[in-house]
């Protein structure tokens, strides 16, 4: 009897988890976003990437001099994609409000999933999701105005290589055992990026206040979350998380609103909604072993959403 409320109260923390941990993904790009008056969206991308590479590199400790090529070169470019991935999404951030720049990029990996499984339902979940992003544009940027095209198309390709990155975990996960594999990409998305930052922001880099708050993102968008993901995972099914993941869109759209001051459109809102349907239904109806939508996959031994924007 008294088996079922201990279990019970376990689930609800592991739900507040995941949704903790994806709210803080979000709080996490809104401290980037107040970044990039000074250092700009690339400036921004590389101290996020690098900090959280310097992080990551003394929790794990990996013993890369030990690895074979193959391991070497997965892990490479393991973090080309993680540096490409960051760089556009944050970038997107500069013309569309957040919640919009998500839910963009939402298409990336539901689109893999759909391909990956070769379902005609799942099609069904990428047309709905579609149809989504596309009301979305017309729902205007909650000022008046139309949506800038520069944003959204950035936003879609951060989505792609979302899908990249969720291909790509899979295989580093297998090849590199522990996070070894995340660290290393960390460490190589972040060299990859800091010249770019470099260069369009210089020693603005180094201010304490944008290091502060260049810290605050790398935490709040990878330590936290993953930390939260990883006690999560072992107390919710599989499928139970990656429907809680696909909240996210919604998620960033409250975030948008309550830090940043960026109201949408009830259509918008709509739309948001839609996408947040179908990211669920796609990751509700997955066989085990499929890339879920919103990132998350169905073996919870590879990376999971909170490693995966901001990683």
Do not use: D
């Given at each position: 009897m008294s088996a079922a409320p201990s279990r019970s109260t376990s689930s609800t923390a592991a739900v507040a988890m995941v949704l903790g941990a994806a709210t803080s993904v979000q709080v996490?790009?809104?401290a980037a976003s107040a970044?990039?008056?000074a250092v700009g969206a690339t400036g921004a991308a590389a101290l996020r990437l690098l900090l959280a590479a310097v992080v990551m590199a003394l929790a794990v400790r990996p013993r890369a001099w030990r690895w074979d090529?193959?391991?070497?070169?997965?892990s490479a470019a393991f973090g080309a994609v993680l540096a490409a991935m960051n760089t556009s999404f944050y970038a997107a951030l500069t013309h569309v409000p957040l919640g919009v720049a998500v839910t963009c990029?939402?298409?990336g990996p539901l689109t893999l999933s759909a391909v990956l499984t070769r379902r005609r339902r799942d099609l069904v979940w990428v047309a709905l999701a579609l149809a989504g992003v596309v009301a979305l544009g017309l729902g205007g940027d909650g000022e008046g105005g139309d949506l800038e095209p520069v944003g959204v198309l950035l936003a879609l390709l951060a989505g792609a290589f979302w899908a990249g990155y969720v291909l790509l975990s899979s295989r580093v996960g297998a090849a590199v055992p522990g996070q070894g594999g995340l660290a290393v990409a960390s460490v190589v998305a972040g060299a990859l990026?800091?010249?770019?930052g470099a260069a369009t922001a210089g020693t603005d880099l180094l201010h304490p206040h944008v290091l502060l708050l260049g810290l605050a993102a790398a935490l709040m968008s990878s330590v936290l979350p993953y930390s939260l993901e990883l006690?999560?995972?072992r107390r919710l099914p599989e499928r139970t998380f990656g429907v809680l993941?696909?909240?996210?869109?919604a998620i960033a759209a409250l975030v948008g609103w309550l830090l940043l001051s960026q109201g949408l459109p009830a259509t918008s809102v709509l739309a948001i909604a839609v996408v947040v349907v179908a990211s669920a239904g796609?990751?509700?109806t997955a066989r085990r072993g499929e890339p879920a939508a919103g990132g998350a996959l169905a073996d919870p031994g590879v990376a999971t959403h909170g490693q995966r924007r901001d990683g």
């Open positions: 996490g790009a809104t970044l990039f008056p090529r193959r391991q070497l070169g997965l990029e939402f298409l990026v800091l010249p770019l006690v999560a995972l993941l696909s909240l996210e869109p796609a990751t509700a």
